[in-house]
């Protein structure tokens, strides 16, 4: 199969040079020509108005796959508690399930799952799969991908969703790859086209600063992971719900690393992700001692301390308190950037919080855009007078 260009109606405008993202076509004595680097993308057959720009390529048909349904999504658990991201990807489902008229189920992988598995029908599972076995207490990356393949094949759900956690992005890619189907990553968006009921899925694209938007129409299912804190968790208990003990056969071929010992994160660990008040420092806050009249504040507020990129290279805070597009994603009641400009890498992670409070020197930063609240003032002399007035309240500040 290949692409080539009709010299007799090629009239050297160019609009196929510059469509091109592969750099595959070049100009040779006024006229266009397809070099080796061509990748079959067709971008210059649509753009050539000359219609001078022919293939040889049979068009791509879409497949049949009305007998795929379901919403399915993948929830992780710790001791029998699930993550925040798997709820939060069934408020989610239920919102796809509007448009698609599809059933909403949850996968669980784990051993004695069924008190975990009724919770999840709280949150809008119309059923619950859960895969029992005790070489499946811990994560294994190709255990679970083995097991959950096998499902898919077996009962064809329409789309897969899975949190972008650490196991998420792990087992995702995997799980895809297993099955010959797309994935896109760490989405903030997903929605379901209008006209040709697929799902839309929408992710930051080159460093941030565009949202692209992808779509699966040749493969199911349509796999996604999300990143924690971008949707809402929505309870709704389902009438009939069910929940559907499973065993799949895992072999020591799909065990060859396993898990000696769990280590407990310190109490006071870092919970950015939960945290109902965030207060997050920028570039502006200067170095490490500019944090602790943060601390403060967060401490006063029952909040956690937050920060951007900039603040982690510098090593004034932790990578674990990261917010943005390389960082997490937060959503709390209260989020009080200060010193920050406003960037959209940073936007990315807290554009879902409730109110927004921005402390700045610049008035024409972008963090006001975005604000419900602005202060334009030096962050060293605004902070403290916020600090003194809390403690001047004898009430309660927490949220």
């Not at 759900?157 to 010959?180: C, E, N, Q, Y």
């Not at 992710?203 to 990143?227: C, D, L």
């Not at 396993?258 to 965030?278: D, F, H």
């Amino acid at each position: 199969m290949k692409i080539w260009i009709d010299q007799t109606l090629c009239s050297g405008c160019k609009r196929c040079l510059k469509a091109c993202p592969y750099d595959a076509v070049e100009m040779l004595e006024g006229k266009a020509v397809i070099t080796e680097r061509c990748v079959l993308c067709a971008t210059c057959i649509e753009v050539c108005k000359e219609k001078a720009i022919l293939s040889d390529i049979p068009p791509r048909t879409i497949p049949d796959f009305s007998d795929w349904k379901g919403i399915w999504v993948f929830v992780e658990h710790l001791e029998g508690k699930p993550l925040r991201v798997g709820l939060e990807l069934l408020g989610k489902a239920q919102d796809l399930k509007k448009d698609l008229e599809q059933e909403v189920a949850a996968v669980v992988l784990g051993h004695e799952l069924r008190r975990l598995g009724e919770e999840l029908l709280e949150y809008g599972a119309e059923k619950v799969y859960c895969v029992e076995g005790p070489e499946l207490i811990n994560y294994s990356n190709l255990a679970y991908t083995r097991v959950i393949a096998d499902l898919v094949r077996d009962y064809k759900p329409s789309i897969l969703l899975m949190g972008a956690t650490l196991i998420g992005r792990d087992l995702a890619p995997r799980v895809s790859r297993r099955l010959g189907v797309g994935l896109t990553a760490d989405c903030t968006e997903l929605t379901i086209d209008p006209q040709e009921k697929i799902l839309l899925q929408t992710r930051p694209a080159f460093g941030g600063n565009i949202m692209a938007t992808i779509a699966n129409r040749f493969s199911r299912p349509q796999m996604a992971t999300v990143r924690p804190g971008v949707m809402e968790i929505k309870k709704n208990r389902v009438a009939n719900g069910t929940v559907i003990s499973l065993q799949r056969k895992v072999g020591p071929e799909d065990l060859l690393v396993r898990v000696q010992r769990r280590v407990k994160e310190p109490k006071g660990a870092t919970n950015l992700e939960g945290a109902k008040v965030i207060v997050a420092g920028g570039r502006g806050v200067g170095d490490r001692e500019g944090f602790k009249i943060l601390e403060e504040l967060a401490s006063l507020l029952g909040g956690e301390v937050a920060g951007t990129r900039v603040a982690v290279e510098e090593g004034w805070i932790g990578q674990e308190r990261q917010v943005g597009q390389t960082g997490v994603t937060v959503r709390p009641e209260l989020y009080i950037a200060c010193g920050i400009s406003g960037a959209i890498q940073h936007r990315a992670g807290m554009m879902n919080s409730r109110y927004i409070v921005a402390i700045n020197k610049d008035p024409n930063a972008p963090i006001f855009g975005v604000a419900d609240w602005g202060i334009v003032g030096d962050l060293r002399e605004v902070v403290p007078i916020m600090i003194r007035k809390l403690r001047e309240v004898p009430n309660d500040h927490q949220i």
